[in-house]
């Protein structure tokens, strides 16, 4: 690997974009026919029934209790009297996690291994990813007490939102998950920081357009600037337009297609517009709407494939890589709602804000939303993809194979059983601390660069399992002294492209902490170091990612992860050039309120101490470490070995 400190003085490399394009000729054009004309071989029936079943368990997840099949007439007494749950996203959802399946399995059948992570930002979906994970047979495999019979979806229809259940939102017990879907912003970020170091990962990342707006996700759309394809797999985001968000239209509900297009392809990507047009007028022209949804959506994730490959084979096997590479991304436009119920006397549904949550809020009491309720869940025709007869027994799978066509083979290819999202953990190869520390003659020494002198030492030892996350202070906190190990890694500094590097500088805490928080739950280990007032602004995430890693730990099929690592420097104890405007001590008090068994604070009094605590915490699993202390010269209380009794009392 090429080391050194750069200065950053060659110019900017050019785009790929020609000089004298027109704006609306950036647009991405794919074959649709092609894949309309081979509808078998790219599977689209089984996708259709495959999201009717899903959208249908959806519904019945959000609404029912009892009766989940409609086995006998469906009554008040079945649906629940709390009625939890976002129903407008999930018809998307189902349709991206449909489409996710179906990619693997065609490259299954080619004989091709293809691993996939599924995030998405929308985390109120769960009634969607969980429907999915339900049928791909993850819920199951995890959760025995759901089997694949009409008795099991009898008990998971009823435990959303239910207590002892699955709650509304994804979170650690659901299966394939590496993203708490409470907080929106971060989708992006993580999904990035999960293909680092992981060449053979595809993560595909449904943003909603309401998350869009968040300051989070407008920086992490820059993240593919970050991702060497030499050492790194993939990240495919789909942007999800249905046009609002809880009670208002979203801003890119607002923009037409060339204002998007516009704006990402700025970004650095190659945009394919995947539309399903304006609301059906009846049940024919929907059919025939969300046939040709399906057909574009999978000849644009066969395009969005073979774009990554090229750009990865360019830089791994033909040793050329591609310039500033135009990763894919897919902008899907489909009705929020869609599927549902058109309108109630009071308000439109489909393709509105009202279909956001829950869309007949009143059905458990009401006969007419009652009554659209019925009517709702019998438009999936699910009788025609079950077998009868195996309901009735109630101890076999129901579902027809020609549904399930799409679910690939292996069952840890399906995105629920992929090993890295729950069982990936490697430990790190660390030098003992000794190695490190200082000379007993030494009288005065900088915490951070006795740890810098550590870090540089488990860089040269784990060149494939270290990251180190970083805003613009990695020099200035005293750091730098890494880079005689290692180098920054920017895709499209001309100094720091193509051999890459540890360390990702970066001015968005958030995305950073995404990143880190991605390369954690696949398996990985960071570091994360700031001056002590900016490092507040992840707090909400820190936290998240604790509620994540709590729940996780009491998920018995989840293993460990890495602990979350922290250095905060620049601190209000002693003036570090920077004065009042850059101390903050705050972080403290919000990770003590943390659960106690997860959360470890150190505050080393001298270097040798700063380098045993460093150590320890790179060894530790599931906790949020922080580490406080001065990137100035403080004196040396401690030799070696007093500094490891104090640190081991």
């Known amino acids: 690997m090429f080391t050194g400190h750069t200065e950053s003085l060659a110019p900017p490399k050019p785009s790929q974009l020609k000089q004298d394009v027109q704006l609306g000729d950036l647009a991405v054009k794919v074959d649709t026919e092609k894949v309309a004309a081979n509808q078998e071989a790219y599977q689209i029936q089984s996708l259709l029934e495959f999201q009717r079943l899903a959208n249908y368990f959806s519904v019945a997840q959000i609404f029912l209790r009892s009766n989940a099949l409609q086995s006998k007439p469906l009554t008040k007494d079945d649906v629940k009297q709390r009625l939890l749950g976002h129903f407008g996203t999930c018809p998307g959802l189902n349709l991206t996690y449909a489409h996710l399946l179906a990619l693997i399995s065609r490259e299954e059948a080619k004989g091709n291994d293809l691993k996939a992570i599924y995030i998405t930002g929308p985390g109120h979906g769960a009634p969607a990813v969980l429907s999915c994970l339900y049928l791909e047979g993850s819920i199951s495999h995890f959760y025995p007490q759901y089997p694949l019979t009409s008795a099991g979806l009898e008990k998971f229809v009823k435990a959303f939102s239910w207590p002892g259940g699955f709650p509304s939102h994804v979170n650690s017990e659901t299966p394939g998950a590496i993203h708490e879907g409470g907080e929106l912003g971060y ?9 680092m170091d992981k060449p053979e990962l595809l993560t595909v990342c449904v943003v909603g357009d309401g998350e869009s707006e968040t300051g989070p996700t407008a920086t992490a ?3 593919h600037k970050y991702l060497n394809p030499t050492e790194s797999g993939a990240v495919l985001p789909i942007l999800h337009v249905n046009g609002f968000k809880i009670s208002e239209r979203t801003i890119p509900g607002a923009m037409d ?11 650095g990507y190659q945009v394919r517009f995947v539309e399903y047009g304006s609301l059906a007028k009846d049940e024919a022209e929907a059919e025939e709407k969300l046939l040709q949804l399906n057909i574009s959506l999978a000849a644009s994730m066969e395009w969005a494939l073979e774009e990554i490959r090229k750009i990865q084979k360019a830089a791994r096997e033909d040793k050329k890589p591609i310039v500033k590479p135009r990763w894919p ?3 899907l436009r489909t009705p ?13 549904l489909e393709g509105s804000y009202h279909s956001h949550q829950v869309p007949l809020p009143s059905s458990f009491k009401d006969d007419s939303e009652f009554e659209m309720l019925v009517r709702w869940l019998k438009s999936y025709k699910i009788e025609e993809l079950i077998d009868v007869d195996k309901i009735s027994d109630g101890t076999s799978w129901f579902v027809k194979e020609s549904a399930l066509k799409i679910v690939p083979k292996a069952l840890d290819r399906r995105p ?17 601390f000794q190695e490190c520390a200082l000379k007993e003659d030494v009288k005065t020494a900088s915490l951070m660069k006795a740890i810098a002198k550590y870090l540089t030492e488990v860089v040269r030892r784990n060149p494939n399992s270290f990251r180190i996350f970083s805003p613009d202070e990695f020099e200035s906190n005293k750091l730098d002294g890494v880079f005689d190990a290692t180098i920054r890694q920017f895709q499209w500094d001309p100094e720091t492209s193509e051999p890459g590097g540890r360390v990702i500088e970066m001015l968005s805490e958030h995305t950073l902490q995404g990143f880190l928080q991605g390369y954690l739950l696949t398996g990985r280990h960071g570091l994360f170091p700031s001056y002590e007032a900016f490092i507040g602004i992840v707090t909400t995430m820190i936290e998240q990612y604790a509620k994540f890693r709590k729940v996780a730990q009491e998920t018995k099929w989840r293993e460990p992860v890495a602990s979350l690592n ?12 920077n004065g009042y405007s850059h101390q903050n001590p705050g972080l403290i008090g919000n990770l003590l309120t943390l659960p106690r068994h997860m959360t470890r604070i150190y505050l080393p009094p001298d270097a040798n101490c700063a380098v045993s605590v460093m150590a320890h915490c790179l060894n530790s699993k599931d906790y949020v470490n922080l580490i406080v202390g001065s990137k100035a010269d403080t004196p040396c209380f401690l030799t070696v070995e007093e500094a490891e009794r104090h640190c081991i009392a």
């Open 257 to 267: 297609d060339l204002e998007l297009l516009a704006l990402y392809t700025g970004y």
């Open 566 to 577: 922290y250095i905060v420097t620049s601190t209000l104890w002693r003036q570090e050039h």
């Open 416 to 432: 629920g059983m992929l090993k890295e999202s729950y069982a990936g953990y490697q430990p790190l190869d660390l030098p003992a």
């Open 329 to 331: 991304m897919i902008i």
């Open 336 to 348: 929020k709602g869609m599927t549902g119920p058109r309108a109630t006397p009071k308000h439109q």
């Open 221 to 223: 759309w820059h993240a």
């Open 187 to 195: 989708a992006l970020s993580v999904a990035y920081g999960s293909v």
